[in-house]
């Protein structure tokens, strides 16, 4: 059974700060890894889908790669933001199973 | 606007009621999904579809629980009997499946659901 964990559970930085949120799986057979950012009490939205064939994928300030064969997925975000406080979190396709989230706060 | 809806966005009920909730999915995605997310959790699968094919159902899709999504394209989720711990947000997502497509899944906004 696939199980999925991130860390850190959350993480408060000053604005501009580089950073890291990692996502951990047990189950090298996933297919797909997506990141969504969720705000609260809102729905999740998109952020970076991984394909299986690919390493890493890039849009604007945010960067994520996956190793299968470690189980391991970074997002990596570049000089932050107030607007970039929200929970990210990651899911593995083909299982449907979530992490529990890191929860961001970009301090101004 | 084009993307995932949910109805009603908030319900309160009391325990013992039967609600139904209902999702209408990007027109062009075959897959759709719903999740259910406490508070501070990641969301949990519930159940999804291709087209009106229900293919797969999580244990935690108790007897009380039922989905549909007759034509292929809004679905319905109820919910018989509630009881106090089907508290929850519930998300429905919708993706395009096939051979060359990589089934990026995209949320709607959910229904938040209030058991008294």
């Known amino acids: 059974k696939q199980e999925v964990t991130q860390i850190p559970a959350a993480l408060s930085v000053p604005e501009g700060e580089n950073l890291v949120l990692n996502c951990s799986f047990t189950?090298?057979?996933?297919?797909?890894l997506q990141w969504f950012r969720q705000d609260p009490g809102k729905g999740l939205t998109s952020l970076l889908l991984?394909?299986?064939?690919?390493r890493e994928q890039t849009s604007g300030r945010l960067n994520a790669s996956l190793d299968k064969s470690s189980g391991r997925s970074t997002l990596y975000i570049a000089a932050s933001q107030p607007g970039d406080s929200a929970t990210y979190l990651c899911?593995?396709?083909?299982?449907?199973?979530f992490g529990p989230g890191t929860r961001l706060s970009v301090l101004p | 606007d084009t993307g995932v809806s949910q109805d009603p966005r908030h319900k309160i009920t009391k325990r013992g009621q039967n609600v139904t909730f209902r999702c209408d999915p990007i027109?062009?995605?075959?897959?759709l999904y719903w999740y259910r997310q406490t508070l501070g959790q990641g969301p949990e699968f519930l159940t999804y579809?291709?087209?009106?094919?229900?293919?797969?159902k999580s244990r935690l899709l108790s007897d009380r629980f039922s989905a549909e999504r007759p034509k292929g394209s809004f679905s319905t989720l109820e919910i018989q009997r509630t009881e106090q711990g089907d508290s929850a947000m519930y998300l429905c997502?919708?993706?395009?499946?096939?051979?060359?497509?990589?089934?990026?899944?995209?949320f709607g906004p959910g229904t938040r659901l209030t058991v008294l």
């Open positions: 189950d090298s057979a996933i297919y797909n």
């Open positions: 997502a919708s993706s395009f499946g096939g051979l060359s497509s990589y089934n990026e899944q995209f």
């Open positions: 579809f291709q087209n009106e094919a229900q293919l797969e």
């Open positions: 991984i394909q299986s064939s690919q």
């Open positions: 027109s062009e995605h075959n897959r």
């Open positions: 899911a593995g396709d083909q299982n449907f199973v």
